[in-house]
């Protein structure tokens, strides 16, 4: 008998483990919306106080985030969970995994909401809305979208002499040469100083360096890409010749960003966003932020996550949760939402009035690192959305690696491989 | 008489459960259906069966080669150094000489680092202008290399850090085979004025040949399943100079979102993995002596 008992006591167990303990006052007679993010640190604690003040002034609606940690993750995650119907109602997602969520059917196109309350859309940034239309429908709505800027050590310009941020890329080029070679500013440190640092496996440097000397990426409908022209061959030329010529050098990941902190490198490119990162570890010399440079154009490229609806799973996708879904979007970019957000995270704000609201006016006031992002935000582009092309990036950026790591390597060579890779990837299937 | 044994059986099968519901749902489970998903194609929601359509594009997969080749390379830099050299320290080891556990606990400490912590301390090391590596080439008059940036270095250098990291296990076990041989072959050779080279070659390496085994064919099988130290230090790069079959893999189903092909390269994986200890147990072990 005792053993019998054993059996069900482990059992017992067992079946506790797998189910966890169910049931919740909270979200008694209230519409549960699950959200899954990756927005980690202090972007959660912002999100989740926003997220707080939703359900305060809306009794009916429960929004639950669940972070998952970073992008990665919650791209795992969200696969997984599409495998088997078990989606969250809204979630963070790139374009390349919307397309794929778009054609598995799974989305809740945020059309028809739009169609169905004749939004106005006037007041969002044409490029916030545009970078959500797929299949001539808006199927998701902007959340976190970061503006790259140039961040700047002007103890080292200063010392160095250089009078301005540079503003197009032969005076970038320049100013990195005057900081590798600059008497005064490699004993001003410990360490040896060069001009920027940048990871050749983000494809993003290269992308807005092409857009800037006057080129494009691909063609409207994505099917066709121009990336061995004359004016991708300036951009890799000018990743080249900054590492051949010893102005600058590789990282990985964020390191730059490290790099720029340690004092090692003047100057880098790098999102909005990483302000808020760098001043968490602390910045120990006079900094600034400044746009992009440019040759022909002016041209910045955003990136970030949009968010979406999901159809597919009946306990958290049913009418009532996905409406919910939706006001708790539209709240959150609604005019000071966005501004509230954008100042506690350096995302951009979506909407072109939150720029004239009063938080907002006193933050630039207060912070002009910030302004660099905001006046770039006319000029915003983004990249192509397909899966294809986020496959395409991935190759691109393994090998301009291979490029800028070889010791002589032919420009017209790697151009070519990319060109007619990122094509047959384009027009594969 | 009947009911005792149900009951043995029962109480028995209460002891292996919680463990035999683990090792079911998180290994076997997943195991045959990445096999069963290596017949499909799309990822997402709808998948459409394919038969061995995934398989026979590996044939003409350029990067699956490459990442193959990768991995050959590595298992062969990383195996034979490790045997060598574990076998090196443990004879040390295993003699006798002061602050013996001091060498014991530094030799097995970055085997109970976590793999992604250490990766992240050799990622500083490897590093091009201010790495250790480096500064200590720079001291003796070599010019420095740049070792997560060069392809022909980035391998190497992720072997060097497997090395390392590896090598304190295989010590343990070498020092656990070394002291297992009676003292009197030793005594006895000595008595029939066999110096130390002989031995040891012909007393020490036959009596350990059973772990040198073991540990030829354990080494083997995680060097062909190395991921974790490429993930963290280069994501298969420059180029794609360390993309490993397991990163291949991953980049295929987490980055690409290809299951299909990914679970059949993953299939490929294991079959190339028992094909390899297959034959290490039937050529190899015939060296092996067995003392009872």
């Known amino acids: ?429 | 008489m009947k009911n005792k044994k149900l009951k043995k059986l029962l109480s028995a099968l209460c002891y292996i459960m919680p463990g035999a519901m683990i090792i079911l749902t998180f290994h076997f489970i997943p195991i045959f259906y990445s096999l069963y998903y290596s017949f499909f194609k799309g990822g997402l929601g709808k998948k459409t069966f394919v038969g061995i359509t995934n398989y026979s594009e590996l044939i003409t997969d350029a990067d699956f080669w490459l990442s193959l080749k990768n991995t050959v390379f590595y298992v062969i830099g990383t195996v034979p150094t490790t045997i060598v050299l574990s076998l090196i320290i443990a004879l040390l080891l295993n003699s006798k000489i002061k602050g013996l556990s001091i060498y014991r606990t530094i030799y097995y400490l970055p085997v109970i680092t976590s793999i992604n912590a250490v990766s992240l301390v050799w990622k500083w090391l490897y590093n091009t202008h201010n790495g250790l590596l480096n500064s200590m080439l720079e001291f003796i008059g070599l010019n420095p290399i740049s070792w997560l940036f060069d392809k022909n270095w980035a391998m190497i250098a992720i072997i060097i850090m497997s090395i390392w990291k590896g090598l304190g296990y295989n010590v343990i076990i070498f020092l656990a085979g070394l002291q297992g041989i009676p003292k009197q072959l030793y005594e006895s050779a000595e008595i029939d004025g066999a110096g130390l080279w002989h031995q040891f070659r012909n007393i020490t390496i036959p009596m350990i040949s059973p772990v040198t085994f073991f540990v030829f064919v354990m080494s083997t099988i995680s060097s062909f399943q190395v991921f974790a130290q490429v993930y963290m230090m280069t994501q298969g790069g420059p180029g794609k100079a360390t993309t490993v079959i397991v990163y291949h893999l991953y980049d295929k189903a987490f980055q690409k979102f290809e299951l299909g092909g990914s679970s059949a390269i993953a299939f490929v994986l294991f079959l190339i993995i028992f094909a390899m200890t297959m034959f290490q147990r039937k050529i190899a072990e015939k060296k092996v002596h067995y003392s009872n």
């Open chain 1, 1 to 429: 008998m005792k053993k019998y008992f054993n059996l069900i006591f482990v059992v017992a167990i067992v079946l506790f483990a797998i189910t966890g303990c169910g049931g919740n006052p909270e979200e008694d007679g209230k519409t549960v919306v699950t959200f899954w993010h990756a927005m980690g640190g202090q972007l959660e604690t912002t999100l989740t106080n926003m997220i707080d003040q939703f359900n305060k002034e809306n009794p009916d609606i429960l929004v639950k985030p669940q972070c998952m940690g970073n992008y990665q993750t919650l791209s795992q995650k969200l696969m997984a969970a599409s495998q088997v119907g078990n989606n969250p109602t809204i979630a963070q997602a790139y374009e390349a995994w919307t397309q794929n969520f778009i054609d598995a059917g799974i989305v809740e196109p945020i059309q028809s909401y739009i169609d169905k309350e004749k939004m106005d859309l006037t007041d969002f940034y044409s490029v916030m809305i545009d970078n959500n239309i797929f299949n001539d429908k808006i199927y998701s709505f902007p959340f976190n979208k970061s503006m790259p800027v140039l961040y700047v050590n002007m103890d080292m310009l200063k010392t160095a002499g250089i009078k301005k941020i540079p503003e197009t890329h032969d005076e970038l080029m320049k100013a990195y040469e005057i900081l590798s070679t600059n008497k005064a500013v490699q004993t001003m440190y410990a360490n040896p100083v060069k001009g920027t640092a940048f990871s050749a496996r983000d494809a993003w440097n290269f992308f807005c360096l092409l857009q800037q000397n006057g080129g494009k990426l691909t063609n409207k409908n994505e099917t066709e890409a121009y990336l061995n022209s004359e004016p991708s061959k300036k951009s890799l030329k000018f990743m080249l010749d900054t590492i051949k010529n010893d102005y600058g050098y590789l990282t990985q990941g964020y390191e730059h960003q490290t790099e720029f902190l340690a004092k090692k490198v003047g100057i880098i490119m790098s999102s909005s966003v990483s302000k808020s990162y760098m001043e968490n570890d602390k910045v120990t010399f006079n900094w600034a932020s400044a746009p992009l440079t440019h040759n022909k154009t002016k041209s910045a490229i955003l990136s970030g996550t949009n968010v979406l609806i999901f159809n597919n799973n009946p306990k958290t996708c049913n009418e009532k949760q996905k409406e919910a879904g939706w006001k708790f979007i539209k709240w959150f970019t609604d005019r000071d939402q966005t501004a509230h957000w954008s100042i506690e995270t350096n995302y951009m704000p979506v909407r072109k009035s939150s720029l004239k609201t009063e938080i907002m006016i006193a933050n630039i006031a207060k912070d002009p690192l910030i302004k660099a992002a905001l006046d770039q935000l006319p000029i915003a582009t983004f990249e192509p959305k397909s899966s294809k092309w986020f496959q395409c990036r991935q190759v691109i950026g393994e090998i301009l690696e291979e490029c800028l790591t070889e010791k002589n390597p032919e420009i017209n060579k790697y151009l070519e491989k990319i060109d007619t890779t990122v094509n047959s990837i384009l027009k594969g299937e």
